[in-house]
């Protein structure tokens, strides 16, 4: 999470989306950079409602605006897969070596999702609470340019993106029965990017 006190501006870091980057390149800029731990780092809007929100409230900070970046869910989804792939979470309960995207998926839709694919939703994180305020500015992970200009704007810089956290690259495929499944179960999270800038 990155906060930009005099542009009213809190950047919500939602996982696989590019966020270690951002981090890299705007935090020196920030007034705050929450870095760790990653329930912080990582805090989903509800979090930011129940504990970031009330303390900027009594500092003046009530029009501080939301943004967040989701990505295309079979592609974040790969994403985490990918990323779970690396050698040093062989052997954990984490790892996804030596397994198909299929498995993973089909895992990630079950009621009690095993650790390795226990990677949450992106729709659950930037879900509006009745009693806190929401993410005005959702944009898709896949229109970087979009991004970059607003944030360029908003801050009054120039924005350079390092590569950060990368996923090992790859593609994974997905079988068109379980794409359908995906779609129908996790219809939230795919509202959720179709309404994103």
Not at 94 to 119: I, K, N
Request: with cysteine; net charge positive; aromatic share 12%.
């Amino acid at each position: 999470m990155l906060v930009f006190w005099k542009a009213r501006l809190v950047i919500l870091a939602v996982p696989k989306t590019g966020t270690s980057a951002y981090e890299a390149a705007l935090a020196p800029h920030a007034s705050m950079a929450v870095l760790d731990p990653p329930e912080l780092k990582h805090a989903p809007l509800y979090r930011y409602n129940r504990f970031f929100r009330p303390m900027f409230d009594k500092v003046g900070g009530e029009e501080m605006e939301l943004m967040a970046v989701v990505r295309e869910p079979v592609s974040w989804l790969g994403s985490w897969f990918r990323y779970r792939q690396r050698g040093f979470l062989d052997g954990r309960p984490v790892s996804t070596r030596g397994m198909s995207f299929d498995r993973f998926v089909e895992a990630y839709l079950q009621d009690a999702r095993p650790p390795f694919a226990d990677v949450g939703s992106q729709a659950t994180f930037v879900e509006p609470r009745p009693n806190g305020t929401s993410v005005r500015h959702l944009f898709r992970y896949e229109h970087q340019e979009r991004i970059a200009g607003f944030l360029e704007d908003r801050l009054g810089l120039r924005l350079e993106l390092p590569r950060a956290n990368v996923s090992p690259q790859g593609a994974p495929t997905l079988s068109p029965a379980i794409r359908a499944r995906l779609q129908e179960v996790c219809a939230a999270d795919f509202e959720v990017w179709n309404r994103a800038l």
